[in-house]
């Protein structure tokens, strides 16, 4: 079992930065692949970014190629979303997610955070 704890949304401009936190607790966070995903009104949540469990491989959804960088710390049980040049279209909640695989597809994961709003204005 893994509970997962989102930190670091806001309010920002276009073009600012953020940086999102994902903690982890339970056992075997190192053994779990982690992902972020975001839902805005109206849209299917979808997979921003994911990273195995070693953190040797990522994935980026192609919108934020370039802007986001997803990393993880495994001492501490952390997952981090770091998002800069942000745009409007951004703004979504975004929520971490853990599971066994290392895959873009929300249903593979098993465990959510309860999501964090990360708005950016115009």
């Known amino acids: 079992q893994v509970q997962l704890v989102e930190s670091g949304g806001g309010l920002v401009q276009a073009g600012g930065s953020l940086r999102l936190s994902c903690a982890a607790s339970?056992?075997?966070?190192?053994?779990?692949?982690m992902g972020w995903f975001r839902q805005a009104p109206g849209k299917e949540r979808e997979c921003v970014a994911a990273?195995?469990?070693?953190?040797?491989?990522?994935y980026y959804t192609d919108s934020v190629k370039g802007r986001f960088t997803i990393s993880r710390d495994n001492a501490k049980n952390t997952l981090y979303l770091q998002m800069n040049s942000l745009k409007p279209e951004d703004t979504a909640v975004y929520y971490c997610?853990?599971?066994?695989?290392?895959?873009?597809?929300?249903?593979?994961?098993?465990?959510w955070g309860q999501g964090t709003q990360v708005t950016v204005s115009s």
């Open positions: 997610a853990a599971g066994g695989a290392f895959t873009r597809i929300s249903s593979t994961y098993d465990y």
């Open positions: 990273i195995s469990w070693s953190g040797g491989s990522t």
């Open positions: 339970g056992r075997r966070f190192s053994s779990y692949a």
